[in-house]
T-cell receptor, first 115, second 108 residues
Framework: GAVVSQHPSRVICKSGTSVKIECRSL??????MFWYRQFPKQSLMLMAT?????????EQGVEKDKFLINHASLTLSTLTVTSAHPEDSSFYIC???????????FGPGTRLLVL | RKEVEQDPGPFNVPEGATVAFNCTYS??????FFWYRQDCRKEPKLLMS???SGNEDGRFTAQLNRASQYISLLIRDSKLSDSATYLC?????????FGAGTTVTVRA
């Protein structure tokens, strides 16, 4: 199957700092990438959908100025959590697909802890 | 109301047992359905798609009831390695909605 990587796998940062998470499709070109967040014992919640070369579409309640998404190439999307606060601590997972309608392949996730 | 609801469990079963659980979804127009498996602190992995006529994949059987808007998963002859959280996933216009998961623990 298709392989998606995320970096870093884990990050601890101080409150107020910004954190960038990378999502890469290693063996296919992903027109669409999705960013999810999962709090403990809760479901994955879609945060935003990004299409290569265009602005991301954010889900209701997700602040686009706080969660900056860049999908500048067909193999890389980044999520930047700006001015992170403890409540942003979560498991962030990306997925990638050839097109919006195709199967999504999930990355291994990034665990963010904001102190 | 949540889009996808699941009994969180946990279901604690001995090896070899059969375990079954359901999920319900709120959007009657949902197009496709899946079961994913998520191990502790890992990403979800696709277990199987769910088809209207019901389908089997080895020891796993999935059923879909569109009229009642529920999906089921049955695991036969449970193995220790089946211990995981099983996520019910619904595709609405190519956006995936995840349930919070049903935890299954298989004991020796």
């Amino acid at each position: 199957g298709a392989v998606v990587s995320q970096h870093p796998s884990r990050v601890i940062c101080k409150s107020g700092t910004s954190v960038k998470i990378e999502c890469r499709s290693l063996d296919f070109q992903a027109t669409t990438m999705f960013w999810y967040r999962q709090f403990p014992k809760q479901s994955l919640m879609l945060m935003a959908t990004s299409n290569e070369g265009s602005k991301a579409t954010y889900e209701q309640g997700v602040e686009k100025d706080k969660f900056l998404i860049n999908h500048a190439s067909l193999t890389l999307s980044t999520l930047t959590v700006t001015s992170a606060h403890p409540e942003d601590s979560s498991f962030y997972i990306c997925s990638a697909s050839l097109t919006r309608k195709e199967t999504q392949y999930f990355g291994p996730g990034t665990r963010l802890l904001v102190l | 109301r949540k889009e996808v609801e699941q009994d969180p469990g946990p279901f604690n079963v001995p090896e070899g047992a059969t375990v079954a659980f359901n999920c319900t979804y709120s959007n009657s127009a949902s197009q496709s359905f899946f079961w994913y498996r998520q191990d502790c602190r890992k990403e979800p992995k696709l277990l199987m798609s769910v088809y209207s006529s019901g389908n089997e994949d080895g020891r796993f059987t999935a059923q879909l009831n569109r009229a009642s808007q529920y999906i089921s998963l049955l695991i036969r002859d449970s193995k220790l390695s089946d211990s995981a959280t099983y996520l019910c996933v619904v595709n609405d216009d190519y956006k995936l909605s995840f349930g919070a998961g049903t935890t299954v623990t298989v004991r020796a």
